[in-house]
């Protein structure tokens, strides 16, 4: 068995990861603590003349049931779980960086996403999500009465 030399600053990393957990979120919670078997993956979004685009890197997916896009109430939720086979026991292993287990992320669309109609689709690692806008919720000015 090799001896670990004693490394005071060990524990910071630990810190340096939940304050990223933290921060990444578009509304953190105080009372939800993201272990090592959740994660949620980065997400951008832009927008062009007629769609959003949701892009999310999710490196790992091996089967399309393996990740699940819901829409409820203008939510756009991007969950599953990512699943990697380690022929490797626990004490041969040095350094774990790579992520698996469940994932979970969500935002909120724009007023004129529309819900129908959405397309997703999976290449390299990155899953893109394209939500077409509205045609009815256009805007309108409303006429003043002044007396």
């Known amino acids: 068995m090799a001896l670990i030399p004693y490394?005071?600053?060990?524990?910071?990393e630990s810190i340096r990861r939940d304050m990223n957990r933290f921060f990444a979120s578009d509304f953190p919670s105080l009372f939800t603590h993201m272990d090592e078997q959740h994660w949620?993956?980065?997400i951008d979004m832009h927008e062009t003349a007629n769609e959003y685009v949701?892009?999310?890197d999710l490196p790992g997916l091996e089967r399309k049931e393996d990740v699940h896009i819901d829409v409820q109430n203008n939510m756009l939720t991007i969950?599953?779980?990512i699943q990697?086979?380690?022929?490797?026991r626990e004490e041969q292993m040095h350094r774990r960086e790579r992520f698996f287990g469940r994932f979970?992320?969500?935002i909120t669309l724009p007023a004129d996403a529309a819900t129908e109609n959405i397309r997703a689709t999976?290449?390299?690692?990155?899953?893109?999500?394209?939500i077409p806008k509205t045609t009815t919720g256009t805007k309108k000015r409303v006429d003043i009465e002044f007396h």
């Open 7 to 12: 490394d005071p600053f060990r524990h910071l």
């Open 40 to 42: 949620m993956p980065r």
């Open 54 to 56: 949701v892009s999310c």
């Open 79 to 81: 969950s599953g779980t």
């Open 84 to 88: 990697r086979h380690h022929d490797v």
């Open 104 to 106: 979970q992320r969500s």
């Open 122 to 130: 999976y290449k390299n690692g990155a899953l893109d999500i394209h």
